[in-house]
């Protein structure tokens, strides 16, 4: 079994950062693609960020310059840097990490709450 724990969200005025930690334990080699996505009230969860392996990152058209995706092997955990916030950034924010243990399985982290405010 793998527990993801995010972290990171908060509240924040509009022009400022924040950055989201996705951190995955238990039964895990490794992480071999992870991506964010969000879901504001009343909405459909939409996808935001996404890395696979070699590093090759893809993002919304909404989020392309001010959001960067990343990972730290040694600490399984997936990041999400976001800068310049607008209020239509917020939402719920839960990560996805499909990990390697002995075959590829993916989860999803319990969100986090990002508000920002104009």
């Known amino acids: 079994q793998v527990q993801l724990v995010e972290s990171g969200g908060g509240l924040v005025q509009a022009g400022g950062s924040l950055r989201l930690s996705c951190a995955a334990s238990g039964s895990i080699f490794s992480i071999n693609a992870a991506a964010w996505y969000r879901q504001a009230p009343g909405n459909q969860r939409e996808f935001v960020a996404a890395?696979?392996?070699?590093?090759?990152?893809n993002y919304a058209d909404s989020v392309k310059g001010r959001f960067t995706i990343s990972r730290d092997n040694a600490k399984n955990t997936v990041y999400l840097q976001m800068n310049s916030l607008k209020p239509e950034d917020t939402a719920v924010y839960y990560c996805?990490?499909?990990?390697?243990?002995?075959?590829?399985?993916?989860?999803w982290g319990q969100g986090t709450q990002v508000t920002v405010s104009s």
């Open positions: 890395l696979f392996s070699g590093d090759s990152t």
């Open positions: 996805k990490v499909v990990v390697n243990y002995y075959g590829e399985y993916a989860y």
